[in-house]
């Protein structure tokens, strides 16, 4: 296994502009989440996929956010019209469908000026 | 709504010096309970997970318990390499197909020469 890998990892950006990231799986893992950390705490949920269906989104995730995942593969996370408050680590994470446990990648970090 | 909650927040140790880190949760029904390490700026590196209480898993210096209320993250005599933050995370049952993990906010462990 190569692990889950995220681009970039880091992200420099103006309020108001729009930023996509994206995260690779690991190979033949069906379910995708991903999360949000800011310094401090520990993941928070955002949303997840299980192939390319995305079955749940946080109420975190606010309406300037869209995840995709087209056709079970990678995924890429959108945020538009960016803002302070979503400076953050944004972290991807797979797993197989017989396992509970989630592999994580090392994360996109957001900095919004 | 699932909560986890770990202590101390901060634990310094000298090399050698065994103790244990707490992660008490409460939530409808587990799945699963889970230890990540985290190094800084990178992604939670996982763990272990357990699913019973009475169950417990060891790993090199790191032997984690499970009771209905808690679990416990034991290390037994400490080198600088253990220096890290130990996330516990949840998953709940009531969550359907949804395998999020709900976060505690960590402890950060330094273990000193």
């Known amino acids: 296994d190569t692990g889950v890998s995220q681009n970039p990892r880091h992200k420099i950006t103006k309020r108001g502009q729009n930023v996509t990231f994206r995260c690779d799986p690991i190979s033949e893992h069906n379910r995708l989440y991903w999360y949000r950390q800011t310094l401090g705490q520990g993941p928070e949920f955002l949303t997840y996929f299980q192939n390319e269906a995305q079955l749940e989104k946080s109420r975190l995730l606010s309406d300037r956010f869209s995840a995709e995942r087209p056709k079970g593969s990678f995924s890429t996370l959108e945020i538009q019209r960016t803002e302070q408050g979503d400076s953050a680590m944004y972290l991807c994470?797979?797993?197989?469908?017989?396992?509970?446990?989630?592999?994580f990648g090392p994360g996109t970090r957001l900095t919004v000026t | 709504e699932d909560q986890v909650t770990q202590s101390p927040e901060a634990l310094r140790l000298q090399e050698g010096e065994s103790s244990s880190l707490n992660c008490s949760y409460t939530?409808?029904?587990?799945?699963?309970l889970f230890w990540y390490r985290q190094d800084p700026g990178k992604g939670p590196e996982f763990l272990f997970t357990l699913y019973s209480a009475g169950e417990e898993k060891e790993k090199e210096r790191l032997k984690a318990t499970l009771t209905k209320k808690e679990s416990f993250l034991h290390i037994t005599a400490p080198k600088p390499e253990d220096s890290a933050t130990y996330l516990c995370?949840?998953?709940?049952?009531?969550?359907?197909?949804?395998?999020?993990?709900?976060f505690g906010k960590g402890t950060l462990l330094t273990v000193n020469p």
């Open positions: 994470a797979s797993s197989p469908w017989d396992r509970q446990e989630q592999y």
């Open positions: 995370a949840v998953q709940a049952k009531s969550g359907g197909s949804n395998y999020k993990l709900t």
């Open positions: 939530v409808s029904g587990l799945r699963g």
